[in-house]
């Protein structure tokens, strides 16, 4: 019964800390990508599934993050309203404590493990692949034919007459951008075209616009010196869209499989950030029980501000272990594992220490 109702508030409360976190997280996410679309460097048309996408890669942190918080909190509250202590005095040992959160404990670090392993890298590499078909194609941009459409990050505008259905074939093609000249004078640059064609490097990186049989014009606002141009085949070059986050980091995108054939720095370090998640996991949960106990009168944010000191402490460990591992220094995860065990180990110590029975004091002479 007792089991029951601790599961039942704990789960309750790290819901909750998680749906805040992830508003948050939200809004910093949007905020970066809504960036992204007016700088140009990314298609409005992609912007929310890869927001969606980029909040479930992120699961893997906050998940953590949320059950800390929320195991801190609920039974943070339970000693507040002496709700354990009455327990305690009920005969209510740490086993009845341990057992509710061990559960609670393993449910969200089996979950934090699918999102580490698997949900997250599927995310990365969806959003890598919707990336790719907007650079692919010009309607993830915007295009549509028969509508002048803004040019993305380069001032200019862009209409065509007929478009493919898959966004790479175009038809009479015009294009009008404004750009600063070598001698200080504004620069209208018009060009024509009748077909185009939207293709990629070899590599897969840039855009580039190919246009034939047309005119292109060069006018000096301001000035008469106009110039004119004819051309059989004329390439224009489109900004990039891309991901910032997976260009720095290819490895993350990369399956479990792929990470274990490839030997690198970057693939060990993405390997041990993975398998460390579901560790931590459970560490922050042996942690948050220690310090979630504190008496009716102690101030009510005052441990939360001493944990979260302790997993910004923590986290950061293992931030420059993974460092580490990606300069090359070190060729394995031990060391992050000797910070998790040893953290552990401090929490564990300090369960023990706040359950074990005290010693009575002797009686003066």
């Known amino acids: 019964m007792l089991d029951r109702y601790f599961l039942r508030e704990l789960a309750q409360t790290v819901a909750a800390t998680a749906i805040v976190l992830l508003a948050v997280m939200a809004g910093t996410s949007f905020a970066h990508v809504l960036q992204q679309v007016a700088n140009g460097s990314f298609p409005a048309s992609v912007m929310f599934q890869v927001l ?15 059950a800390f918080l929320g195991i801190l909190n609920g039974l943070g509250r339970m000693y507040r309203e ?31 493990g ?30 549509d034919a028969g509508r002048f459409t803004p040019l993305p990050g ?34 209208l640059k018009l060009v024509t075209g009748k077909h185009g064609q939207l293709y990629q490097e070899t590599d ?58 490839t030997d690198n720095p970057d693939t060990r370090a993405e390997f041990a950030w993975r398998t460390i998640a579901p560790a931590m996991t459970l560490v922050l949960l ?25 997993f910004y402490f923590y986290y950061l460990l293992l931030a420059i272990c ?21 953290v552990f180990a401090v929490a564990a110590r300090m369960f023990q220490n706040q359950y074990s029975p005290r010693k009575p004091r002797k009686a003066g002479a």
């Open 322 to 342: 993974r460092g580490q591992i990606i300069k090359g220094h070190w060729h394995h995860s031990f060391p992050m594992w000797m910070v998790t065990l040893l």
């Open 204 to 261: 897969g990186s840039g855009r580039f616009l190919a246009l034939w049989n047309g005119f292109q014009y060069d006018i000096p606002l301001g000035a008469d010196n106009w110039r004119k141009m004819k051309y059989e085949r004329n390439d224009a070059s489109l900004d990039s869209i891309q991901s910032d986050e997976d260009a720095e980091d290819p490895a993350h995108s990369m399956t479990l499989a792929q990470l274990l054939r």
């Open 114 to 143: 699918m999102v580490a392993l698997w949900l997250g890298p599927w995310a990365a590499r969806t959003s890598d692949q919707l990336v790719a078909a907007a650079n692919r194609s010009v309607i993830a941009a915007g295009l």
């Open 82 to 112: 002496s709700e354990m202590h009455v327990l305690a005095s009920s005969g209510m040992g740490p086993n009845g404590l341990l057992r509710p959160v061990s559960i609670l404990a393993v449910i969200l670090a089996i979950l934090v």
């Open 52 to 66: 969606g996408l980029n909040m479930l890669d992120g699961l893997s942190t906050l998940l953590p993050l949320a």
């Open 286 to 310: 042996a942690l948050a029980l220690p310090l979630s106990r504190q008496s009716p009168r102690e101030p009510r944010f005052g441990r939360m501000f001493l944990a979260i000191l302790t």
């Open 154 to 187: 380069k001032g200019g505008i862009i209409f065509v007459d007929e478009l493919s259905r898959d966004g790479s074939t175009l038809g009479n093609t015009f294009i009008a951008t404004e750009r600063m000249g070598h001698d200080n004078v504004p620069h």
